[in-house]
């Protein structure tokens, strides 16, 4: 049975399909394109004003942070109970990160105790992953590798950024579930739909939509498609705060006030989430 049905949308049928289960919406002019290294470079400069490499004391700063919200719930997950003071919550577990760059944060991952794995498709990252940071990175995509491959095999799957690029949505949902062990946790970052961007300025959001986004999420289709996958969300919170592109009421408001409805119902134009897999 798939998980996905789409029909077009109500408000935008020439732009998007939706999931009438999830919610999920499907853009209808995306298209495929490769991921080398000038793509991996170019993509980067052009939307933080920096390479990849200078950023990567921040980069290292957001993977800690990352990790820091991972051991406040490794308790909670049985796959591990350690006394945090003999040793890291993260000893004897295992991650892997989907789309893992130069492997900042799977360094950072290593060092705070994981095993670690990463897959990815720029060759020049591949390089320096492995041969300056000394990291298992494995160059293929997701979908080349099976889907029982990894069968339980992870404590935690990450993909920042990564899955609104895939096209074959079963594909990678159905691997994202198979490869983490029953308690184990799902960390993903991704653009959303739920935020003011698209809420309130639908004409910008599409004329600045990435044409190889192929889907895109929200925190509500996000929660509806991981419950019938088996997860529950324990985390989720924008990445950043842009009241400035809100043009609705919720623009008018006091930055704190903003901030404060922004994290409570994960308002963003983008957003990380992270979900467990259910052990039953």
Same mark, same amino acid.
Request: aromatic residues 16%; charged residues 25%; hydrophobic residues 35%.
């Given at each position: ?54 950023? #990567? ?9 990352? !990790? ?26 295992? !991650? ?43 160059? +293929? ?11 339980? +095999?992870?404590?935690?799957? +990450?993909?920042?950024?990564?899955? #609104? ?26 653009? +959303? ?10 004409? #910008? ?16 289709? !996000? ?25 609705? !009421? ?21 957003? #990380? ?8």
């Amino acid at each position: 049975m798939s998980l996905f049905d789409f029909i077009p949308h109500r408000k935008f049928p020439e732009y998007y399909e939706i999931c009438r289960h999830t919610g999920v919406l499907r853009y209808i002019p995306a298209k495929q394109r490769e991921y080398g290294d000038s793509y991996f470079m170019e993509e980067y400069k052009s939307q933080y004003k920096k390479s990849y490499y200078e950023d #990567e004391p921040n980069l290292r700063s957001m993977a800690k942070r990352r !990790l820091a919200n991972l051991a406040k719930l490794v308790p909670l997950s049985g796959v591990s109970k350690v006394d945090p003071s003999e040793r890291t919550p993260f000893q004897n577990q295992t !991650l892997l990160e989907i789309g893992s760059a130069a492997g900042f944060f799977l360094d950072e991952a290593r060092i705070a105790g994981y095993q670690t794995k990463g897959l990815e498709l720029s060759p020049k990252e591949v390089e320096y992953s492995r041969n300056t940071l000394g990291l298992d990175v494995e160059s +293929s995509s997701v979908l080349s590798i099976e889907e029982g491959a990894w069968k339980e +095999s992870y404590s935690v799957v +990450s993909a920042f950024f990564v899955i #609104e690029h895939i096209d074959d949505i079963e594909g990678i949902w159905r691997r994202l579930q198979t490869w983490l062990k029953p308690g184990g946790f799902l960390y993903l970052a991704v653009p +959303s739909s739920f935020g003011p961007s698209f809420e309130t300025n639908p004409k #910008e959001w599409f004329m600045t939509h990435p044409s190889d986004h192929f889907f895109d999420y929200s925190v509500h289709s !996000l929660k509806k498609l991981l419950s019938i996958l088996g997860f529950d969300v324990n985390y989720v919170r924008p990445m950043s705060y842009h009241s400035y592109r809100d043009l609705g !009421l919720r623009g008018k408001l006091p930055e704190w006030l903003y901030r404060l409805y922004a994290n409570q119902f994960a308002y963003g134009d983008t957003i #990380e989430l992270i979900a467990r897999k259910r052990t039953h």
